[in-house]
């Protein structure tokens, strides 16, 4: 293969991507929708689904697609142009997350009179901190998941544009995922004495822990920006370990061998993210049958188009149950009628279809003015590195250009110069 073809590949869509989000977003509110009185077959899914824990391991495959395509459009523009945007980069997170976001927490404020504390670690996306150590239930508890996404947000292009190429595999597939498990260990020595609930929700919910599955989504975008698949016995290898990791686990706490809920979790997250990492890989890489599998199914127009509102669906279902008694706080565990729960599931639905069309959709086509790949400007020989895009572009020209580009006179045509290790810049399309 062709170091074109190579390029061409790795800008490749991934539909069945956008299945797996409507799959995944249905099964974590399934996940958190109660029993039914009038329906064994519902029930015994639900039982399935509890005992199985599918909706924890679709929120960890969440990460890692997150980390694969953040990293992956990161990864696309420094080869392209030499640098990263930061601004361009902010801009779409923000209009991506922040509408549906931020309306849903005024809603909630309103309805449900949230609390100050509770307010401001959702405005500042600090909830994931928060909520751990105040356990009460509130209706936006599940978006602790969205803060730990905007705080990886927050440093992971730094750490892209200033990881030399070399390291990055290291760094992102060896160094952060080992300090990620040492981080739920350590927090298990520092609550040893704390609330056993309390202490292992910090660890499944923080940040430190939850950079496992994300730094190794993008050290998957990394393997196949450098065209070094994965697949094959490893992915199966991965998920056969994983599962016997979870069946220690789980044995190991009904035993009263582990007793620490932080160090359940810190293990269960290991396995968790061996599962969604050959998840992801075999979506990506897999060239036999299992992948074209996977993704006929996940590519069905039904999946899509939930995938399509995956987001607003995960945001909203659970003030919806909240608003309706259907949480596990109102119901304490007792059986409700179906109908309740389809009713939960139709409003979820249907604000999901307006929050696409109003809000969506029209913030999507603002994105597209902040596309973080336009051509770099000529560096002047003259003078320091700080050019027209401020002191960090130019220490990005100054530490990714090649001499060749650092010296050569601004009018004289730009060479075939590398800036990425096998990949030129007038091949990273």
Not at 257 to 263: E, F, R
Not at 279 to 292: E, H, N, Q, S, Y
Not at 349 to 371: C, T, V
């Amino acid at each position: 293969m062709s170091e074109n073809t190579g390029i061409a590949k790795r800008l490749e869509k991934f539909p069945a991507f956008d299945g797996f989000r409507g799959i995944g977003v249905v099964v974590v509110v399934f996940t958190h929708c109660p029993q039914v009185l009038d329906s064994s077959a519902y029930n015994a899914i639900w039982y399935v689904n509890q005992l199985s824990r599918v909706g924890y391991i679709a929120l960890d495959i969440f990460f890692v697609m997150s980390g694969f395509f953040i990293t992956r459009l990161l990864l696309r523009e420094r080869a392209k142009t030499g640098r990263i945007s930061f601004k361009d980069f902010y801009m779409r997170r923000a209009l991506r997350i922040f509408p549906v976001y931020y309306l849903t927490v005024l809603a909630c404020y309103f309805i449900f009179r949230l609390g100050p504390a509770d307010t401001l670690s959702l405005l500042t996306y600090t909830f994931n901190f928060y909520h751990p150590l105040h356990a009460a239930p509130n209706p936006l508890e599940h978006t602790w998941s969205l803060s730990v996404e905007e705080q990886f947000y927050f440093f992971w292009p730094l750490l892209i544009l200033m990881v030399a190429p070399a390291w990055l595999n290291v760094v992102t597939g060896r160094v952060i995922p080992l300090l990620a498990v040492a981080s739920g260990l350590l927090m298990a020595l520092l609550l040893i004495n704390h609330e056993p609930r309390e202490a292992g929700d910090v660890v499944y919910m923080s940040l430190f822990t939850r950079m496992l599955s994300l730094s190794l989504g993008g050290w998957l975008a990394l393997r196949e920006f450098e065209n070094r698949p994965l697949r094959g016995w490893r992915c199966a290898a991965l998920v056969v370990a994983a599962l016997m990791i979870l069946v220690i686990d789980r044995k190991g706490r009904d035993l009263g061998i582990i007793t620490s809920q932080p160090i359940y979790w810190t293990l269960a997250l290991v396995a968790y993210s061996m599962v969604s990492v050959s998840f992801v890989a075999t979506l990506v890489f897999d060239r036999g049958i299992v992948r074209r599998v996977m993704t006929a199914i996940l590519s069905l127009s039904l999946f899509r188009g939930l995938g399509s509102l995956s987001y607003a669906m995960y945001v909203f279902h659970l003030p919806v149950l909240f608003y309706l008694g259907l949480n596990d706080a109102a119901t304490h565990g007792t059986k409700v009628p179906i109908l309740q729960v389809a009713i939960a599931f139709g409003i979820t639905l249907g604000l999901s279809i307006l929050s696409y069309y109003l809000l969506e959709n029209p913030m999507a086509k603002l994105k597209q003015n902040f596309s973080g790949t336009r051509p770099v400007e000529p560096v002047s020989t003259k003078g320091a590195n700080v050019t027209q895009g401020g002191r960090l572009a130019g220490f990005a020209r100054a530490a990714f250009f090649s001499p060749e580009d650092r010296t050569r006179p601004a009018d004289e045509p730009p060479q075939q110069t590398t800036v990425w290790p096998g990949v030129r810049r007038s091949q990273a399309k």
